[in-house]
């Protein structure tokens, strides 16, 4: 297994697939529908996933780090998979750079009822440490609430309202790098 592991990382160095390929290769049914929609939205953003690790896609914006996305094949066969269940996939939110989520973001919103949906959706996202090696779980603080022992952000495998909820906060992450760039002294 691991000689099978270190082949795929090999060959993924050599090649850097594009993400359509591996999500046809890795993913099935609603995952892979929803996963290929959602890089079709990035790539219509002008957001290229660029690979940098074995079943692993980077975007930037601007020319800063922006989110990763990760995929863990069927037989779990990613050497590195943050914890992801076999036949998995996630969008990251790390290292969050420029980019940090506000105690309160509710001027973004139409309304109040759409804001408190986005900030449950978010919370419900904060995932765990599952000691993986990559971040070591530590406490973070999102939209004013303090999460122990956490990996960061992600969302595992979104369905339809998880994705236009990433695609929400993508939107407000690219108004504040924004901001940032027309104002540096921030």
């Given at each position: ?14 090649t850097k ?7 046809n290769?890795?993913l099935?049914?609603?995952k892979l529908?929803?996963a290929l929609?959602f ?14 690790a074995?079943?692993a896609w ?8 922006f989110?990763s996305?990760?995929?863990?094949g069927?037989?779990g066969h990613?050497?590195?998979h943050?914890?992801l269940?076999?036949?998995s ?7 969050q ?6 105690d ?5 919103f139409?309304n109040?009822?759409e804001?408190l949906k986005?900030?449950e959706y978010?919370?419900?996202n904060v995932?765990?440490?599952?000691m993986c090696?990559c971040?070591k ?8 609430k303090v999460f122990?022992?956490?990996c960061?952000?992600?969302?595992e495998d979104?369905d339809?309202?998880?994705?236009e909820q990433?695609?929400?906060l ?7 790098i924004?901001m940032?760039?027309?104002n540096?002294?921030?």
């Amino acid at each position: 297994m691991e000689k099978q592991k270190l082949s795929l990382a090999l060959e993924q160095q050599k090649t850097k697939p594009q993400i359509e390929d591996v999500f046809n290769e890795l993913l099935e049914g609603d995952k892979l529908r929803l996963a290929l929609g959602f890089v079709e939205y990035l790539r219509g953003m002008k957001m290229h996933p660029r690979w940098y690790a074995t079943n692993a896609w980077k975007i930037n914006f601007k020319g800063k780090f922006f989110l990763s996305i990760r995929v863990n094949g069927k037989n779990g066969h990613t050497p590195i998979h943050y914890g992801l269940e076999p036949g998995s996939w996630h969008v990251g939110h790390w290292g969050q750079g420029d980019f940090v989520l506000p105690d309160d973001m509710g001027e973004e919103f139409g309304n109040m009822d759409e804001y408190l949906k986005f900030k449950e959706y978010v919370w419900a996202n904060v995932q765990k440490c599952k000691m993986c090696g990559c971040c070591k779980g530590r406490n973070r603080t999102y939209f004013g609430k303090v999460f122990e022992n956490t990996c960061n952000f992600r969302i595992e495998d979104p369905d339809a309202e998880g994705i236009e909820q990433t695609k929400k906060l993508l939107e407000y992450k690219k108004k504040i790098i924004f901001m940032k760039l027309s104002n540096p002294d921030s």
